[in-house]
């Protein structure tokens, strides 16, 4: 990627975006990234807590809502990670991933994490769609003239940015330490 790409960037209004620095999605040209997702909180508490087929299928669903602002949806996901914090999620974590993604056929890679940054996840996924022969950078950008004519613009859209030179993994040190009690916790 050249340091001129244009890059159309949504962000989801999670705190995390702001504290990291970050969006929930970024489109390149026909190709959308979607941020890590972990199960929503529900007041508090992770949503299918305990359960990485409850976890998967979740966050799945988040991902593949986290592509309509592009003018894309499932058919269109052609790639996903699920990260897991136990092995013996595996097979639970790939029946949500069939029944979400099954009809598209993806391609996928499971891994295995020592944890997430809220201990009582077991599953966070990402996906990366593609438009085929569409620029979803621009596919559902309002016009210019409609952007004038409102209030204010999509205050979660930030299009035609210039791409960041980054690492998308992040910093390779940035672990967290483990919440008190779990193996690895400080004592």
Request: no cysteine; hydrophobic share 40%.
């Amino acid at each position: 990627m050249t340091s001129g790409a244009e890059v159309r960037r949504e962000l989801s209004g999670t705190p995390w975006e702001e504290a990291t620095g970050s969006a929930g999605a970024v489109a390149v040209g026909g190709l959308v990234l979607v941020s890590g997702r972990m199960p929503v909180p529900e007041e508090g508490a992770v949503a299918g807590a305990g359960e990485p087929y409850e976890q998967t299928a979740g966050a799945l669903r988040d991902a593949v809502a986290a592509l309509e602002p592009f003018g894309l949806a499932a058919e269109d996901v052609v790639r996903t990670r699920v990260y897991l914090s136990h092995a013996r999620d595996a097979d639970e974590a790939g029946r949500a991933h069939r029944e979400v993604l099954g009809h598209v056929r993806p391609a996928l890679t499971m891994v295995v994490v020592a944890g997430f940054t809220d201990s009582r996840v077991l599953v966070e996924v990402e996906i990366e769609a593609h438009a085929g022969g569409r620029d979803a950078r621009v596919h559902t950008a309002p016009a210019a003239s409609d952007a004038a004519d409102s209030d204010q613009s999509d205050q979660h859209t930030q299009p035609d940015q210039p791409a960041a030179a980054s690492d998308p993994a992040g910093p390779a040190d940035a672990a967290d330490p483990a919440a008190p009690g779990e193996p690895g916790a400080p004592a």
